[in-house]
């Protein structure tokens, strides 16, 4: 592993390919001891640029043979590149590696499994099975033959037809399949192995009929009619919604245990993580059908936002990435429940997004520089990204955004192009200007906008004034912000003609309502019409009034994590001075009003409404972070409705605990999700009975969703029936290595003060694995973000997770930097825990050996 000071990248020095490959090759035989590539490329020079050497990436590769036209000639490699000079302007290379993918702990490139070979090539992976041009501006046709052994690896799959098979010598089998697609390296897709397949077909709007195929480890076929039921669904959703149809004639999932990422698109052989795909209703939560169906779209929807067109540098990553997450984020409140799945991305968006705008690792939505690409699959390319494609419909219009979709499809079908060229073809269709929102893209940090208002009696008017900044931007220039508003009278009343979607497009600026004739209370960024950080001096009784009355569901949400938010941060504050905090009645009448109406506002709105904020969303909003006072403060406010509410939540559980059959539904799962929701706070209360009940709900639930509430629930309880319900869980479900992973969460995120000590046994548990991804993000991540407990203030739980990313990083640098990521916000608390997690930081940099995935992440952190 290199140890060199790692140089950064950065978008200003990108350059077009020396080269081009017009069509790829592959002959690869997995052999006992490894593997061989047998690679062949019809090779060109770009005419647009001056002769130069070929420079090929790679990395871990054995070279056994290197030929031009057919014949050997001269070449330099060393342990990254491979290059060859005075080379014609077309000609054929022929390269011949060797690779051990049973050896290849980073999951990065062709690695094995239990259940056969699989790849994982973005970003940067194909370099890791042959030399190549690893960089997605360089758009190939792709042809693979595949040899193995029969009865090891019956399945052989890539991208693309079948085209022939067949058997050979000593029990091996060929597979050959083409890919009439252009495509990068990074989409490119192999697998051998032992698997179950789950087939389906689907016709086409057009009236083709596409072989669908969902391949999972044996034993597992009954967890993947949903997943299969998605797909069907989202193809059908991008018919009907932007006119896009599947293109092939084959589309294929693969489900694989050990995978760094969610899921992968490559072309026509997506390969996902067992999570996104392996469900039933005794081992999934409804949360885990909810995300099958987004991360299922997702990868489909990507076969043309990103697929068919794709990136031209690893820069415009959320080009594919935050347009994909917008639309999965469309497909997701088409089929399921709109208002609660904009209040879930919101709050998703606050609790990783906003924090990481405002840490080290802020960077605009289209970075200017990286050290390691895998570092910048992040939250603010992803889920920012998706924020600023709906900003643009916003703008422009449902209507519009689809014409500049079917617009940017006309201009760049084939190609791999850039931020500026998706939102140029918006402009095209829609004739609006976006220069100024060009901002969006170019800069890091969460803009605030601070707002006033005031209500002139004699003129009737009532006047907003907007007033944005961003101290962590390169300049004071003003974004485009549109801002939705609505005004509602003290009754409760919606003002006609009152909702309006504002431009903020100047640092301060004013709007005018007319004809107000009493003092409004505004509804302002109704269903979050932009990310951003809104300050309006509202009391407590305007946000009572917005929860009971406002017609915008996020808003009516938000108004009453606004009050939360209030309480608990003022809670802590006293309990940081040594004072017991008081609780208003008015909160409390509030909750019984969202209870006792749970029927009319709808269970899953008042189950969301009923969550309070979580306290690293608290934290942010804070100068300084005391963990265990925003702790004490948050679960104070949590007993004290389940004190007061004690029993609206009882009759409100008996009423939703009816027994009915299961389904995976919007309405049952929100009914589910308020049923459990009240069971939790009834645990606060720590009685025998309450808790006797939640260990009859863990014991005698139908479904996953209900078993795991009520273990998650009581897991918060330092009580015996804690200790049974996490024993009997293990017994039942050893076997299910998803469900284990829910398991090994659960304990990690509880706030009793032994967590560390529970999660340092666990490592050593057979349960855990530090070489699966998924193991070390539901032990280890989850105890990273257990605010209270992971930064405890002796720093025992910096060192422990120190510890482990070091141990991770010589294995896999990709999750170890994820895990790093940990230590983001260490700067926001006091003096001596930021002592304690300087201390782990320094111990992780001056690691010898540290790999460059690691080290950029420490590095930001410490500054």
């Given at each position: 592993m290199k140890t060199d000071t790692p140089q950064a990248i950065h978008l200003k020095d990108y350059t077009p390919p020396a080269y081009f490959i017009d069509t790829v090759d592959l002959d690869i035989s997995i052999e006992t001891g490894g593997a061989v590539v047998r690679s062949t490329l019809a090779m060109r020079r770009n005419p647009a640029l001056a002769a130069r050497p070929l420079v090929l990436d790679g990395e871990e590769l054995e070279t056994l043979a290197v030929a031009v036209d057919g014949r050997d000639v001269p070449f330099s490699v060393d342990a990254e590149r491979l290059t060859l000079a005075d080379l014609p302007d077309a000609f054929t290379l022929n390269t011949t590696v060797r690779i051990d993918p049973d050896k290849n702990t980073r999951l990065s490139g062709l690695y094995r499994s239990k259940d056969g070979y699989f790849t994982q090539c973005e970003a940067q992976g194909f370099r890791r099975i042959t030399w190549f041009l690893d960089r997605p501006d360089v758009m190939s046709t792709y042809t693979v033959t595949l040899h193995a052994d029969r009865e090891k690896f019956p399945v052989l799959l890539a991208n693309g037809?079948?085209?022939?098979?067949?058997?050979?010598?000593?029990?091996?089998?060929?597979?050959?399949?083409?890919?009439?697609?252009?495509?990068?390296?990074?989409?490119?897709?192999?697998?051998?192995?032992?698997?179950?397949?789950?087939?389906?077909?689907?016709?086409?709007?057009?009236?083709?009929?596409?072989?669908?195929?969902?391949?999972?480890?044996?034993?597992?076929?009954?967890?993947?009619?949903?997943?299969?039921?998605?797909?069907?669904?989202?193809?059908?959703?991008?018919?009907?919604?932007?006119?896009?149809?599947?293109?092939?004639?084959?589309?294929?999932?693969?489900?694989?245990?050990?995978?760094?990422?969610?899921?992968?698109?490559?072309?026509?052989?997506?390969?996902?993580?067992?999570k996104y795909v392996l469900a039933r209703p005794d081992v999934a939560t409804d949360v885990d059908f909810e995300n099958i169906d987004r991360v299922v779209a997702h990868e489909y929807f990507h076969n043309w936002t990103g697929n068919r067109v794709t990136c031209r540098d690893w820069f415009q990553l959320s080009l594919k990435e935050g347009l994909t997450v917008f639309r999965d984020q469309e497909f997701g409140a088409d089929l399921h429940n709109r208002q609660t799945a904009r209040i879930r991305e919101v709050r998703g968006l606050r609790a990783a997004q906003f924090p990481e705008d405002a840490g080290p690792m802020a960077h605009p939505v289209r970075p200017s520089s990286y050290i390691e690409i895998n570092n910048f699959y992040t939250a603010?390319?992803?889920?920012?990204?998706?924020?600023?494609?709906?900003?643009?419909?916003?703008?422009?219009?449902?209507?519009?955004?689809?014409?500049?979709?079917?617009?940017?499809?006309?201009?760049?079908?084939?190609?791999?192009?850039?931020?500026?060229?998706?939102?140029?073809?918006?402009?095209?269709?829609?004739?609006?200007?976006?220069?100024?929102?060009?901002?969006?893209?170019?800069?890091?940090?969460?803009?605030?906008?601070?707002?006033?208002?005031?209500?002139?009696?004699?003129?009737?008017?009532?006047?907003?004034?907007?007033?944005?900044?961003?101290?962590?931007?390169?300049?004071d220039a003003p974004y485009l912000i549109p801002i939705r508003v609505a005004l509602f009278a003290a009754d409760g009343r919606l003002l006609p003609g009152s909702e309006r979607t504002l431009q903020l497009s100047a640092t301060t600026q004013s709007f005018v309502f007319a004809e107000v004739d009493a003092e409004p209370v505004p509804s302002l960024l109704r269903d979050f019409s932009a990310p951003?950080?809104?300050?309006?001096?509202?009391?407590?009784?305007?946000?009572?009034?917005?929860?009971?009355?406002?017609?915008?569901?996020?808003?009516?949400?938000?108004?009453?994590?606004?009050?939360?938010?209030?309480?608990?941060?003022?809670?802590?504050?006293?309990?940081?001075?040594?004072?017991?905090?008081?609780?208003?009645?008015?909160?409390?009448?509030?909750?019984?009003?969202?209870?006792?109406?749970?029927?009319?506002?709808?269970?899953?709105?008042?189950?969301?409404?009923?969550?309070?904020?979580?306290?690293?969303?608290?934290?942010e909003a804070l100068a300084v972070v005391d963990p265990d006072a925003l702790h004490a403060a948050r679960h104070g406010l949590r007993r004290h409705l389940a004190q007061?509410?004690?029993?609206?939540?009882?009759?409100?559980?008996?009423?939703?605990?009816?027994?009915?059959?299961?389904?995976?539904?919007?309405?049952?799962?929100?009914?589910?999700?308020?049923?459990?929701?009240?069971?939790?706070?009834?645990l606060e209360l720590e009685t025998p009975d309450i808790r006797a009940r939640a260990l009859a709900q863990f014991r005698t639930?139908?479904?996953?969703?209900?078993?795991?509430?009520?273990?998650?629930?009581?897991?918060?309880?330092?009580?015996?029936?804690?200790?049974?319900?996490?024993?009997?869980?293990?017994?039942?479900?050893?076997?299910?290595?998803?469900?284990?992973?829910?398991?090994?969460?659960?304990?990690?995120?509880?706030?009793?003060?032994?967590?560390?000590?529970?999660?340092?046994?666990?490592?050593?548990?057979?349960?855990?694995?530090?070489?699966?991804?998924?193991?070390?993000?539901?032990?280890?991540?989850?105890?990273?973000?257990?605010?209270?407990?992971?930064?405890?203030?002796?720093?025992?739980?910096?060192?422990?997770?120190?510890?482990?990313?070091?141990?991770?990083?010589?294995?896999?640098?990709?999750?170890?930097?994820?895990?790093?990521?940990?230590?983001?916000?260490?700067?926001?608390?006091?003096?001596g825990r930021q002592a304690h997690a300087r201390a782990a930081l320094e111990r992780i940099r001056d690691h010898a050996g540290l790999s460059r995935d690691v080290r950029e992440i420490v590095g930001r952190s410490l500054g």
């Open positions: 037809n079948p085209v022939a098979s067949g058997d050979e010598p000593d029990g091996r089998h060929w597979a050959k399949w083409a890919d009439p697609f252009r495509k990068p390296a990074y989409l490119f897709a192999v697998v051998a192995g032992k698997l179950d397949v789950l087939r389906d077909s689907f016709r086409t709007a057009s009236g083709r009929e596409v072989q669908l195929a969902i391949y999972v480890e044996p034993g597992k076929l009954d967890q993947c009619p949903h997943a299969m039921d998605a797909l069907k669904k989202s193809m059908k959703w991008d018919e009907e919604r932007f006119g896009l149809e599947c293109d092939l004639d084959h589309y294929m999932i693969v489900a694989v245990g050990d995978f760094n990422m969610g899921a992968m698109e490559n072309k026509g052989l997506n390969i996902f993580n067992t603010t390319v992803y889920e920012k990204g998706a924020e600023v494609v709906r900003m643009i419909q916003t703008l422009i219009g449902r209507d519009a955004f689809r014409a500049g979709m079917d617009e940017y499809f006309r201009r760049h079908d084939g190609q791999a192009v850039t931020c500026d060229d998706f939102v140029a073809a918006m402009a095209a269709a829609s004739g609006f200007d976006f220069t100024q929102f060009m901002r969006w893209y170019a800069q890091p940090g969460t803009p605030r906008v601070a707002v006033d208002g005031y209500f002139d009696a004699e003129s009737r008017t009532y006047t907003l004034t907007c007033t944005q900044s961003n101290p962590r931007a390169a300049d951003v950080n809104l300050d309006f001096d509202y009391t407590p009784e305007q946000l009572t009034l917005l929860l009971a009355h406002e017609t915008d569901p996020f808003n009516a949400w938000d108004a009453g994590q606004r009050l939360a938010a209030q309480l608990i941060l003022d809670a802590a504050a006293e309990i940081g001075a040594g004072r017991a905090p008081q609780w208003p009645d008015s909160f409390v009448a509030a909750a019984r009003r969202l209870l006792q109406n749970h029927a009319g506002r709808g269970a899953a709105f008042v189950a969301e409404a009923l969550t309070l904020p979580g306290e690293g969303t608290l934290a007061q509410l004690a029993d609206d939540f009882a009759a409100v559980y008996a009423e939703l605990a009816v027994p009915a059959p299961y389904r995976p539904d919007a309405a049952d799962a929100g009914r589910r999700a308020l049923k459990n929701a009240c069971l939790a706070y009834l639930a139908d479904n996953m969703t209900d078993q795991f509430a009520a273990l998650a629930s009581l897991a918060q309880s330092d009580c015996a029936e804690r200790e049974t319900a996490l024993a009997e869980f293990h017994q039942r479900w050893q076997h299910e290595a998803l469900v284990v992973d829910k398991w090994l969460a659960v304990q990690a995120a509880s706030r009793l003060p032994g967590t560390l000590d529970e999660v340092r046994r666990l490592t050593t548990h057979p349960a855990f694995d530090l070489g699966n991804p998924n193991k070390v993000y539901s032990l280890l991540r989850t105890f990273g973000a257990n605010l209270a407990r992971f930064n405890a203030a002796d720093g025992a739980g910096y060192a422990f997770l120190a510890e482990r990313i070091v141990e991770l990083d010589a294995r896999n640098p990709q999750v170890a930097s994820r895990l790093a990521r940990c230590f983001d916000r260490w700067k926001k608390f006091d003096a």
